[in-house]
């Protein structure tokens, strides 16, 4: 049985191209592989990816599995998540990906990261547990509403209890690299 592809595989693809971009860039400034004028140019780039999306989400809605395939879904979905200088834009894009999902055309992991996210952007307490905060003296989680609830909202959107999650982010970012791909692979599959 053959699967119809992305109805807007031009769509897919600048998403895909974008997100993949921003994802090195990430990685370079964790690593603090980047200057003053890099950094410069990430945001730049963040901000052209944010309002490519939101020309995407003002012309079609969510890119979901159906419009962009699931690759670009989750690229659009990375787009959104790190739209952290456009929390207005990041709040409609939570908004617009719970629909994608309650049509099945998207993931609810997704949703509830980007959902976490819009939530600490706007400085209140998150509600999955999958927004973490790097520091010096290592990884730590961000503020959960009801703490003792967390592994049970996990579980109901598909993610994998606390620990489990704060071990591999931990992981990913302890100082020996080496692993790194496939630690990285598995966060995201995780989270």
């Known amino acids: 049985m053959r699967t119809a592809g992305p109805q807007r595989p031009d769509l897919a693809r600048e998403l895909l191209a974008r997100a993949a971009e ?52 989750r690229a659009a979905w990375s787009i ?43 400085g209140r307490v998150q509600m999955y547990g999958t927004q973490f905060l790097l520091r010096a003296d290592g990884v730590v989680l961000y503020p959960v509403h009801a703490p003792q609830l967390l592994d049970e909202r996990r579980a109901s959107v598909g993610l994998p209890p606390i620990a489990v999650a704060l071990e591999a982010v931990r992981r990913r970012y302890a100082p020996d690299h080496r692993a790194e791909d496939a630690l990285a692979v598995a966060l995201r599959q995780v989270a």
Do not use: C, K, M, Y
Not at 37 to 66: F, K, M, Y
């Open 80 to 122: 959104a998540l790190h739209s952290d200088d456009a929390p207005d834009f990041q709040r409609a894009a939570t908004t617009l990906l719970e629909r994608a999902v309650r049509a099945g055309d998207a993931l609810v992991q997704h949703w509830a990261h980007l959902h976490d996210r819009a939530l600490v952007n706007s």
């Open 22 to 73: 921003a994802a090195t860039r990430r990685a370079q400034r964790a690593r603090n592989q980047l200057d003053a004028v890099q950094l410069g140019q990430g945001r730049h780039s963040d901000h052209a990816n944010t309002n490519v999306l939101r020309r995407i989400l003002a012309e079609h809605d969510w890119p979901g599995h159906r419009l962009v395939g699931p690759a670009a879904a």
